[in-house]
Each structure stands twice: as structure tokens, then as C-alpha cells.
């Protein structure tokens, strides 16, 4: 039967406190118990003078206010307070009643302006939320998953302008120049003579955010944006995160994210993609004792060659050190060039009279070339690993941890754009994203262990019941449990 109400009742008087309206399976119930807040006075405390001056916000309320706004995928500090107005969760949270007076909104920036710019607050505020789960032994740090995401930039891509700037040595070239030298003295080369012009390149250097970079990838549309390298265990848990320019490669990201975060972790194993696999990392890291985890990469061919050899038919003879072709000719050493890579080349007399020359090379000389690089044995040490059922099942995880806490982060956390300028402030966006991610989880894995909470109680019930049920069912006569099928009972 159709109803309408006859009157409106929202202006009666009420007798109620604002726990009483706080549903009772709230996530934020379950953050402001399980999660200890108080390690933010310690943050703070020479930030703030302890003796004189007005007053200030509660720092842990300022910190949850700014909790709620990432929590709740709110996309700006002034449309959060209008929120917290109007939510009595929100309000609950904050510790305030229903008359209190809810901070300004510039309050946050103020302080942040203030106090909390170029400190490390928001990593130590990321690091003591991990720290409580360490703690309750939900952390594996054995394993790590590592994978960049691209954030958006709050920069308009057509305003631009192109600028050159010097090339960056790589982390790995001093290491790898000394390895070359040593080669090339040892085969009798002669030393390669020092560049004497610095390297440069030209990019388009966003004029809103400089601190950007100009990010494309497949079919997506060019955009300013920033990288930020992310490291999680096999349970999905954040353990290290650091931000960077969007045009940087994976491969040049990742030296700097793990000698300053993953290296002090001591991870037996890191699980990576395949923007990764380079002779350097896997160097790198097998030398701390460190297995990389990469994934099967389909070998390059010259498509202009119908039907050509692979290099993996190439046989290598690591005695001789030297290449066997197809057609069982040797491919022997002569140089070492500046990038690392030995080069192998054929005896051309040999190659002119080969039935398979036009699978093999289409060079004028006919002298077929091979590279490899001086590193190459410790990829192929990860190409063994990758082989073994183990090392498939673990590089098989990644999409289950660390791409899902992309996921997440960027569907419910406004974790695809951001709207602030400057790498400073996209490292506390990421910090608070990924702190939030760790205590939403800690909550929720606390709550489900903790013996005291109300399902549990629910639970034992029923199963109480149950049991008198099959009591009662054990006391009735024979011909009656006959009947039922309980005979044996």
C-alpha cells in the first residue's frame, strides 16, 4: 500500500550522543581503535613552541582530518571540512561534538606552509603506520613486489617549452667504465679515449610544474606526470615508495628507490617486470645477495630479414668465449665497446659461401655481429630461476599485490591525478595514500582477530545452539532416530 508521511519529524528534539549514531561496523571505528595515533605528538613536537602563543589544533585531529580526505577519496582539502560539517562519523573521528567548530580550511596548508615543508613528517607518518603492522607480524619483507605507477601532474600539456639539459651519468657507469678498461687492457685493446663534450638531450619541461615529466604509453594520450616507484610484500603491505619525474625509464628509476629504501630491508628476493631487466640491476642486485624475479622477454629480430636466427640459436661456449653459429662456424671476440658489450664476429670468408647467409645477416661485408654484455652472466642466472615452477609462481603474485594496490589506490584513493605542484608534494601524497592503504588493512585484519568483537559472540551462539540440538537428537528413543537416520547416533 502506497504511504506518504504526513508530516516532516527532522526539526523534533533528540536526546542522543554522537557515538550513538556511529554505526557500529564503521571503518573509521575500526581505525580509531586499533591504530595508535599518539606517535604524532612525538613528529611534531619541535615544530610547535611548548610555552607560549595561542593555542593550536590538536596535531593528531589536523593529521586525521587529512586522514579522511585520502581515506575517502575527497578530492580537496576544502571540500573535506565541508564534509566533516555534515558526517557525524567524520565528526566522531575528530573527537568533536555536534557544535564544535570545524578547522578552516586553510588550516592544513597554513601548517604545512609553516611547520611541516621540507621535513620528513609524512615518510615518518607512513613508516609508523607499517611499523604497527610489523609489530602484529602481518609483514613479510623476504619478498617484494616493485612496480612504478604514473600519477597524473596538475599541468596542462600544451603548456610547455623545450629546454636542454645534461644528461645524468648512470649510477652503474663508474663501475661499468673500470670493468671495460680492465677487459680491453686484458685483451690488448687500447683504452677508450673520454668524451670530451658532456651528453645532452631536449625535453619539454612543463612551465605549471617543472618538477614533471612528459609521460606517453601506448595508446595513451601525452601527459605531465610523475613516477612513483613502489615496493609491497606478498601479502600486499606498502613497504617503500619514492616519487619521480614521469619521463624517466623504470630502469633508471629504480637504482635510486633501492639504495635509498629496499637495500637497508635486506629482501632475499625482489619481483619485478620485464622494464626492469638489465644486465645492470640484475648485477646490482645479485651481488647484495638478492635473487631478481623477471618474466619471460620475447627476443628481438631484424624484421627485415624473412625467416631470421634467433640469438638464442647462437650457441655460446663460455671456455672459449665465443659464438657457434647454426651452421656450427665459430663467432670470435674483438672488441669491447663503450656500453659494455662485447662484440663477436664471424670470419667472412666463411659467411660468403653459406647457403643461409640471408637468415643470418643482410650486412654488405656478409660478416655476421653478436653482442653481449659483460654482465650477461648474472641475467643468466635470473633466466635459470625464471625457469623453475617457484619462479614462475612468484612472479605470477605480482598482479595479486602490488598492481591490485594500484588498483586500489587509484579507484578509491584519488591516486590517478594530483592536484598539488612539486616533487615535495607528491611524496606526501603518496605517503598519506599509502598510509592509509596500510591502515586501512591493519584495522581490518586486527578487527578480524580481535576474541572481544560482537560476531565472535554471535558466532559461539550458534554454535551452542547447534550443539543442544544434537543433544536433544542423542536422547530420543531408538525407533524415533531410526526413522530420522541418526542410528548411529
Known amino acids: 500500500m502506497l504511504h506518504k508521511n504526513s508530516?516532516?519529524?527532522?526539526?523534533?528534539?533528540?536526546?542522543?550522543?554522537?557515538?550513538?549514531?556511529?554505526?557500529?561496523?564503521?571503518?573509521?571505528?575500526?581505525?580509531?581503535?586499533?591504530?595508535?595515533?599518539?606517535?604524532?605528538?612525538?613528529?611534531?613536537?619541535?615544530?610547535?613552541?611548548?610555552?607560549?602563543?595561542?593555542?593550536?589544533?590538536?596535531?593528531?585531529?589536523?593529521?586525521?582530518?587529512?586522514?579522511?580526505?585520502?581515506?575517502f577519496n575527497i578530492r580537496s582539502i576544502r571540500q573535506t571540512i565541508k564534509e566533516i560539517e555534515v558526517n557525524?562519523?567524520?565528526?566522531?573521528?575528530?573527537?568533536?561534538?555536534?557544535?564544535?567548530?570545524?578547522?578552516?580550511?586553510?588550516?592544513?596548508?597554513?601548517?604545512?606552509?609553516?611547520?611541516?615543508?621540507?621535513?620528513?613528517?609524512?615518510?615518518?607518518?607512513?613508516?609508523?603506520?607499517?611499523n604497527q603492522a610489523l609489530e602484529q607480524g602481518f609483514v613479510d619483507e623476504k619478498i617484494q613486489f616493485v612496480d612504478p605507477t604514473h600519477v597524473k601532474a596538475h599541468a596542462n600539456r600544451h603548456k610547455n617549452?623545450?629546454?636542454?639539459?645534461?644528461?645524468?651519468?648512470?649510477?652503474?657507469?663508474?663501475q661499468l667504465d673500470k670493468?671495460?678498461?680492465?677487459?680491453?687492457?686484458?685483451?690488448?685493446?687500447?683504452?677508450?679515449?673520454?668524451?670530451?663534450?658532456?651528453?645532452?638531450q631536449t625535453i619539454a619541461q612543463s612551465t605549471t610544474d617543472p618538477e614533471s615529466g612528459l609521460f606517453h604509453k601506448g595508446e595513451h594520450k601525452e601527459v605531465f606526470a610523475y613516477c612513483v616507484e613502489t615496493s609491497c610484500d606478498k601479502n600486499g603491505w606498502i613497504l617503500a615508495y619514492k616519487s619521480f619525474p614521469g619521463n624517466l625509464h623504470d630502469s633508471t628509476t629504480f637504482l635510486p628507490f633501492y639504495e635509498e629504501k629496499l637495500k637497508k630491508m635486506k629482501p632475499q628476493k625482489i619481483v619485478m617486470d620485464a622494464g626492469y631487466k638489465i644486465p645492470a640491476i640484475a648485477q646490482t642486485l645479485i651481488d647484495d645477495k638478492i635473487l631478481p624475479v623477471f618474466p619471460y622477454t620475447r627476443q628481438k629480430r631484424n624484421l627485415q630479414i624473412e625467416n631470421p636466427y634467433y640469438k638464442r640459436e647462437y650457441i655460446y661456449d663460455e671456455y672459449y668465449?665465443?659464438?657457434?653459429?647454426?651452421?656450427?662456424?665459430?663467432?670470435?671476440?674483438?672488441?669491447?665497446?663503450?656500453?659494455?658489450?662485447?662484440q663477436y664476429k664471424s670470419d667472412i670468408n666463411e659467411c660468403k659461401n653459406c647457403p643461409n647467409i640471408d637468415r643470418c645477416t643482410h650486412s654488405k661485408n656478409k660478416q655476421k655481429v653478436i653482442t653481449r654484455h659483460i654482465w650477461q652472466d648474472y641475467l643468466d642466472i635470473t633466466e635459470e630461476y625464471r625457469y623453475t615452477n617457484q619462479g614462475k609462481k612468484e612472479y605470477a603474485r605480482r598482479k595479486e599485490t602490488i598492481e591490485r594496490q594500484f588498483g586500489s589506490a587509484k579507484e578509491y584513493h584519488s591516486f590517478r591525478y594530483t592536484n598539488m605542484k612539486g616533487k615535495a608534494k607528491m611524496d606526501m601524497k603518496a605517503a598519506l595514500t599509502f598510509a592509509c592503504l596500510n591502515m586501512k588493512k591493519l584495522a581490518l585484519m586486527m578487527y578480524r582477530m580481535d576474541p572481544n568483537k560482537e560476531i565472535f559472540t554471535r558466532l559461539f551462539a550458534k554454535i551452542h545452539k547447534k550443539f543442544e540440538i544434537l543433544l536433544?537428537?542423542?536422547?530420543?528413543s531408538k525407533p524415533r532416530k531410526k526413522f530420522l537416520g541418526l542410528s548411529s547416533l
Open 321 to 342: 668465449d665465443c659464438y657457434i653459429c647454426p651452421q656450427g662456424k665459430l663467432l670470435n671476440y674483438k672488441t669491447t665497446d663503450r656500453e659494455g658489450y662485447r
Open 7 to 71: 508530516k516532516s519529524k527532522t526539526d523534533q528534539v533528540q536526546i542522543i550522543s554522537v557515538e550513538e549514531l556511529v554505526p557500529k561496523e564503521h571503518i573509521l571505528r575500526k581505525i580509531n581503535k586499533y591504530i595508535d595515533f599518539d606517535f604524532i605528538y612525538d613528529l611534531v613536537e619541535d615544530k610547535y613552541s611548548l610555552d607560549n602563543g595561542r593555542p593550536s589544533i590538536d596535531p593528531v585531529v589536523l593529521m586525521k582530518i587529512i586522514f579522511i580526505q585520502y581515506l
Open 472 to 476: 536433544n537428537l542423542i536422547k530420543i
Open 161 to 174: 617549452k623545450k629546454v636542454t639539459i645534461e644528461k645524468k651519468a648512470r649510477r652503474y657507469q663508474a
Open 88 to 130: 557525524i562519523a567524520y565528526r566522531w573521528f575528530l573527537g568533536y561534538d555536534f557544535y564544535d567548530k570545524i578547522p578552516h580550511f586553510t588550516t592544513f596548508s597554513q601548517n604545512y606552509r609553516r611547520r611541516f615543508k621540507d621535513t620528513d613528517i609524512f615518510e615518518n607518518i607512513f613508516q609508523n603506520i607499517l
Open 179 to 200: 670493468e671495460i678498461a680492465q677487459e680491453r687492457e686484458e685483451n690488448g685493446k687500447k683504452p677508450l679515449k673520454e668524451k670530451e663534450d658532456k651528453e645532452t
